[in-house]
DNA sequence: TAGATTGTTAATCGATTAACAATC
DNA sequence: TAGATTGTTAATCGATTAACAATC
């Protein structure tokens, strides 16, 4: 009932940011909020805002406004916060291990659940409050423990083949920060991380910048 | 002269992405590729590819295609890479630690000269290559060696308060790991990297999915 | 020259913004 | 009831795709 048509990934790359601001307004203890004044505090339209909430159907009130509690749940639960997520780490080098060790995820319930390296010397080493297993075990683990998403940290070689393996089992979705595209089945959702990407356009910013002051003149 | 007009954000998002697939081709040795050919392989448009292309003035031939190394160093000079860009660390604990050691980025040409972090057991600790430094010698040492780009990798409190200490420094970039939205002068541009946003995404796509199993029958 | 493929203009599609009637 | 503000329809804007003339 909740969802019908498909909603469209501008509007789902925006939710998080609505849940942080509602987030900031409880802790204020702010009770209601219009469309106009969390659009000035974000910086977006007021109709868009309209707009975004009404894909899911109305959470507001004609008059008031919306209840800031209210709307603050009820994104979280269109964005599955009110669900734990299971977890497994793929790859333990420095970046996946503080993926690990961050407690802002588990907080939100994603939980590791295991960590998997090919280097025997890394095997048996604990990070955050897991182990890390050889990689020979981890399609039976996703499959016994029925784990939700592969976080991959991997180099971009063994990425491929990783996402091969994941293809075959229970895993509902890969948390990608390997520097490839995957090939996997439709029903295996893929989120990219590319960090060297995002660094990349920090770097076009600077360039074009510099373009704008040596032509200005 | 290179570029007059705005360029949409869209398109240098995809730039990036084909920069990272040219490099493939080069590697493969292959020496030009059409339009065509390359959609194929990206699963884009091959409209797109031109079109975004031609944001910058046309770098095929018509009955050739593009010349794939001269294509790659252009859309390389595009987003700077040719150039090397100076970085500071702030906040060296886990995430910002792995990102000092990650070599990619130095590969590219974006080097860390320094890292700072408030706490003092960590300060004169050594992270890939530099040493950690207090924070109070922060603004000199980004004045005095020029650095281009700060990454942010402090919590979400402290982030504010370093924005603003940022904004007195002849920084041009804010990498931005922190969960909030940055308050900083025009001049200096911002790239967000929100790790909770991407995996809230992520729990939105799973969810999404069991809606779709569960209205099917 | 004929074939291929670009650069570019025109058509379509989707997302954002504006406007306003519905209603608390 | 009058005022406020939503939900929603209509208008605008921008981005993507299609088509084709230019040209290598």
Redesign the pocket.
Known sequence: MLEEKEI?Q??ISRLPRYYRYLQDLIEEGTERI???ELSSRMH?????I??D??NFG?????????NVQYLHDEIGQILGLDQEHSMVLIGAGNLGQALVGYMNFKRRGFVFKAAFDCKPELVGKKVGQVVIRPMSELTTLIDREKIEIAVLTVPKGAAVEIANQLSGTCIRAIWNFAHVDLPVPERIQVENVHLSDSLMKLSYQIRSDDMNESTKQ
Chains 1, 2 share one sequence.
């Not at 977006?44 to 868009?48: E, G, L, R, Y």
């Not at 109305?58 to 919306?66: A, L, V």
Request: net charge positive.
């Open positions: 469209s501008a509007v219009s469309s106009r977006v339209t007021a109709s868009q309209r707009q909430f009404n109305g959470f507001g009130q004609q008059g008031y406004g919306y």
